[in-house]
């Protein structure tokens, strides 16, 4: 799916104009066209904004959360992460868990305890459709994500 694309349906999805994601970055309506109509593709840092300003997770344009507590939700960068081999899934501590696995590049270790994500990716790894990728990167909340020690 093209960033072009993606940036549609994140509109679609805000009930957002053109015109008011331009006003929210600070440019003019032309760029923002280009970028819906392939013509240009926004550089890392504006995609970065943009994904700010629709509240949707930067991972929907191909880039990791900047920050790993934020507003978005990570199933995506989650489901990815546990094909890859990044995330691994426990019940060590009483409840389902992502626990990251040594090769993941933050530093420290990361947990993260929302059910609702964990039973999203389980589905989602059963039938992965774009369609249910965007609606899940869509999803605008906070995740339970806490530092936690070892």
Do not use: C
Not at 20 to 36: C, E, M, N, S, T
Not at 81 to 98: D, M, N, R, V
Not at 112 to 132: C, F, G, H, I, M
């Amino acid at each position: 799916m093209s960033v072009s694309t993606k940036l549609q349906k994140a509109l679609e999805a805000r009930h957002y104009s053109q015109a008011q994601l331009a006003r929210d970055l600070g440019i003019g309506k032309v760029q923002v066209g280009r970028y819906f109509h392939d013509q240009i593709t926004p550089k890392t840092e504006q995609l970065y904004k943009i994904s700010a300003a629709l509240e949707v997770s930067p991972f929907l344009f191909g880039l990791l959360p900047d920050k790993i507590t934020m507003d978005g939700d990570l199933a995506g960068f989650v489901m990815e992460g546990i094909k890859e081999g990044f995330w691994t899934l426990t019940e060590e501590h009483g409840s389902p868990a992502l626990v990251p696995s040594e090769e993941l590049l933050w530093d420290g270790t990361l947990m993260v305890t929302d059910t609702e994500v964990l039973r999203r990716v389980a589905d989602w790894n059963q039938d992965r459709t774009e369609e249910k990728e965007v609606l899940a990167l869509l999803n605008n909340r906070k995740l339970d994500i806490r530092e936690t020690d070892s």
